[in-house]
């Protein structure tokens, strides 16, 4: 039986925050002299110490050679610090690493390049770093330039490329140069849409053609579902599952968020989040437009039936939001419809503290099953989000018992809808509970 080519047996990461790792003999002494004088003062006037942070926590699993693996999980999970380790870029504080293969790395742009020296010479010193001799390299090489779509600046300084070309030089480097284990972070993020289309192609040939082993991170779903065989799924430093694609993203996207029903308000202020914090999701109500009120169905979202959605956002400044969008994933985590603003022209005025909207959608092109439902808040294009849940909470469709309905075309893949935002003047409270 072949030997796992990457196995990781209870690696840890510990940091301390605030302060940058000491090692010499005169800073441990220093520390233990420190911690001899502070243990003779009196409790209040000891001063705070820098705390411990572990960024993983006995982290263990195998990859066998040919596998594709993604690692999944929120902001701050511990995957690029994985990923670093595995790069030997930092060195882990407990555990073991045995990678049988040799390994390229695209971790971050720029990453392994020298400033100074030409694209051209970088292929060269980044071929000798992954262990090429010059004339693999020299074999290489058209290849290597015909991908990146640098050949017009190829013995330009590589300090005066842009992050773009800086990604496309560094992946075709990386991908062509024959490593056994291909490990890649969400920098493809910077390229465009084609490029990254044509970065996708090219990991799949290299799993399909040539067996290659690659370790994969991005929050994108449908191109993790579309690479991968088998995903980690990684939280606040842990291993949470490890198994086949479909089976952990399905498992993320419905993690601690149970179904609920129309009707019913939702906090969101507790959830797991990303942003710049001007502003949060609050709470969120769905109802059936499309049933009459006190009825059964009101109950129910049936494939076809409109939505409103009662919205809160609370606000710590004044400022007019680019995007608001509520996004529906698949079970898979494949994104299905994004009801966003930008598809309206709205702009979205926030007021300081508790602002509330109302959505009215169009009609839910749907099948039955259950549906994650995610919220993302933007204040100016490509700009961080101020605030994104990406999956909040589950959502069941039913099947609709009118079969007039029944017969309409449903969604099988993206759909981008529009909705109707409207402000909602908290003098009225049409929203209050």
Request: aromatic share 8%.
């Amino acid at each position: 039986m072949a030997q796992p080519i990457i196995s990781i047996h209870n690696v840890s990461k510990q940091y301390r925050l605030g302060k940058i790792g000491m090692s010499s003999l005169r800073d441990e002494l220093q520390r233990w002299w420190e911690r001899r004088r502070e243990a003779a003062m009196p409790p209040g006037m000891k001063p705070e110490r820098p705390q411990n942070f572990w960024a993983l926590r006995d982290v263990s699993f195998e990859v066998e050679p040919g596998q594709v693996v993604g690692l999944i999980g929120r902001n701050g999970a511990g995957k690029s610090t994985l990923l670093k380790i595995l790069s030997r870029i930092t060195e882990p504080s407990k555990g073991e690493i045995h990678l049988r293969g040799r390994l390229a790395s695209l971790l971050e742009v720029g990453t392994g390049f020298h400033p100074e020296l030409s694209g051209r010479e970088n292929i060269f010193l980044n071929g000798a770093v992954l262990g090429m001799t010059k004339a693999e390299i020299r074999r290489k090489f058209d290849e290597i330039v015909e991908f990146s779509e640098v050949a017009k600046f190829l013995d330009t300084p590589v300090k005066r490329y842009s992050s773009g070309m800086y990604v496309r030089l560094a992946f075709a480097i990386a991908a062509h140069l024959e490593p056994e284990i291909l490990i890649v972070d969400e920098v493809l993020a910077v390229g465009d849409a084609e490029f990254q289309r044509k970065c996708i192609a090219k990991m799949e040939s290299l799993r399909k053609t040539e067996g290659r082993t690659i370790l994969f991170v991005s929050h994108n779903a449908e191109v993790v579902s579309r690479l991968c065989t088998h995903c980690v799924f990684m939280e606040r430093g842990q291993v949470k599952s490890f198994g086949p694609t479909a089976e952990i993203i399905a498992q993320y996207h419905g993690h601690k968020h149970g179904l609920r029903r129309p009707g019913e308000w939702i906090e969101l202020n507790t959830l797991p989040r990303t942003g710049t914090g001007r502003a949060t999701f609050h709470r969120v109500r769905f109802r059936n437009s499309s049933a009459a009120n006190g009825s059964s169905d009101a109950q129910k979202i049936y494939s076809h039936s409109r939505l409103n959605v009662d919205l809160e956002v609370m606000a710590n400044e004044a400022f007019t939001a680019h995007s608001l969008a509520v996004t529906i994933f698949s079970p898979s985590g494949i994104k299905l419809m994004n009801y966003d603003t930008v598809s309206t022209g709205d702009l979205v005025r926030l007021r300081p503290g508790l602002n509330r909207f109302q959505l009215h959608t169009d009609e839910l092109p749907l099948n039955a099953g259950n549906y994650t439902v995610g919220f993302w808040l933007e204040s100016h294009r490509g700009a961080p989000p101020v605030d994104w849940i990406e999956s909040a909470f589950q959502i069941e469709v039913s099947s609709p018992p009118d079969t007039d309905v029944w017969k309409k075309p449903l969604s099988d893949g993206h759909v981008v809808s529009s909705f109707q935002l409207r402000p909602v003047d908290e003098s009225l409270g049409q929203l209050a509970s």
